[in-house]
């Protein structure tokens, strides 16, 4: 039977049709929190449980192979550090989900002092650490919003990911076959940058959390920045504990004032990029600026301690890419910009700490052809160059970078001076040249798009443009540098959609 409500202005309705459109309701609230229709929950509940299945028996194996190499208990500790920083990126992913960017870059930074303090605590150095995976695991959380709005992909980005996934599928069935989880490594290395094309595309954020995203990335550079100094004043014990344990000898010596600056980072290479990348991101756009020009010289002077000449090309390129494609306001505050950098160093230099460590480190500019590591760097490419053409189908994923450090393989090469020569010896000559393909595509389109849009297109062409240079030195589309090029690179693809206005 069914009991008929009356309401006061003569509608009626029946008691199961409540019942029926409570459901409904409900079912509605299921679609707009998952993303999915009632008729696929059921699906989805299984996606849910094999993905969650999945993270377990990866843990586990993870778990069991870096415990098996040194002591229990600090094992644990990283094991549980891993899992705490992967929930709240799901936590961050649905209550906050425009912060899990800024979260996934503060992982990048934070890890390897995390790790450096843990060594030092036990007084115990190995050249694994789970907590190593704690950023990509972070940012893997990004394919939870990709896989459900994957029809919402821009059909050029689309197309990106597709040449390059085929790439990397091929240079991991090569690879693993020979080196194991070094390719597996190598594989997330590759897999992370690329994702967050897709990821910024299909979020459907609005313009204002893409501004936030490139302020955090300012205060991240500062924070980096000023420990940096620190560092170099003072050099702590976890530091230099580290410095004597990893034998990095290239790096100076285990003293204050004696050392190129790595700050919160692995070493003082991805520490000037990552600090030239954000500078130039800061110098570009007076929004983008954390603790305003106070933030911008102490950012520039820690990237002059770590002695990266790399760093200040890159930073040259990205701001002189955004010069010809800005407007003229723009332009202008940059013109003002370079002049009080200028003086700077002209002035304020001088009187620094390690100010002739710097100066002599910028005068190689004008004899490079002296410069032993320079010299080193071309004997090693026609070294490679060879070797590429003796090998056209590739080495695979995990030859080469830092994945090799997880096999005694004698093939693997873990430094590798050149990025260009690095996608050839791993994904052969036709992949590899597919490859440089589509870095060119993503190049010829950014111009073009930075014509009309002049916000962000010319930041990201600038980006792109700095890859193209870097990559003569080393492959910064992997790794930590990969995700932040990327990222930048994918501010161009916002959509244009009426629907971008909320969130």
Known sequence: ???????????????????????????????RIFGISGTRTAVGRWIHRLIV???????????????????????????????????????????????????????WVMSPEMRRLLDWSFQSYTNTSMISMIPYCVSLTMLIPIIKNIKQLDRRIGLLLKIMGVALIYGFSIGFLKYGLSSVFDLLNYVVPFMVLAYVNVSRFAQDVRDKWMKSLGYLAVIVAVYGIYQYLALPPWDKFWMISSEMKS????????????????????????????LAIMTVQKKWRAFGVVGVMLVAFALLLTLVRVGWIAYAVMV??????????????????????????????????????????????GSLEEDHSF??????????????LANPVGMGLGSSGLGAKLTQNSDTLVAFDNGYLNVFYTFGLPLGVAV????????????????AEKVYSPISFGAISAVLFLLMASNILSGFSGFILLLIISLAYIPTSSSLEGR
């Open 1 to 31: 039977m069914y009991t008929i409500v009356t309401f006061s202005k003569g509608h009626s309705i029946e008691k199961g049709e409540v019942g029926l459109e409570g459901q409904m309701g409900w079912l509605e609230n299921m679609e």
């Open 53 to 107: 299945l999945a993270c377990v028996i990866i843990l586990g194996v993870m778990v069991g192979i870096v415990g098996s190499i040194g002591s229990l208990h600090i094992r644990l500790l990283e094991c549980t550090l891993l899992i705490l920083s992967m929930m709240l990126a799901l936590h961050i992913y649905f209550k906050r989900p425009h912060a899990l960017v800024p979260y996934s870059l503060l992982m």
């Open 251 to 278: 790096i100076g010596l285990p003293e204050p004032q004696k050392f190129r600056v790595f700050s919160l980072l692995n070493s003082p290479g991805p520490t000037g990029v990552f600090l030239a990348l954000a």
């Open 320 to 365: 002189f890419a955004y010069f010809i494609r800005s407007q003229l306001k723009n332009k202008m505050q940059l013109l003002m910009l370079g002049v009080v950098i200028v003086l700077a160093y002209q002035f304020v230099l001088p009187v620094l700490p390690g100010s002739s460590q710097v100066t002599s480190r910028i005068d190689t500019f």
């Open 375 to 388: 010299n080193e760097r071309l004997l090693f490419s026609t070294h490679i160059f060879s070797a590429v």
């Open 436 to 451: 440089i393909i589509l870095l060119g595509y993503l190049f010829v389109y950014l111009y073009k798009s930075s014509k």
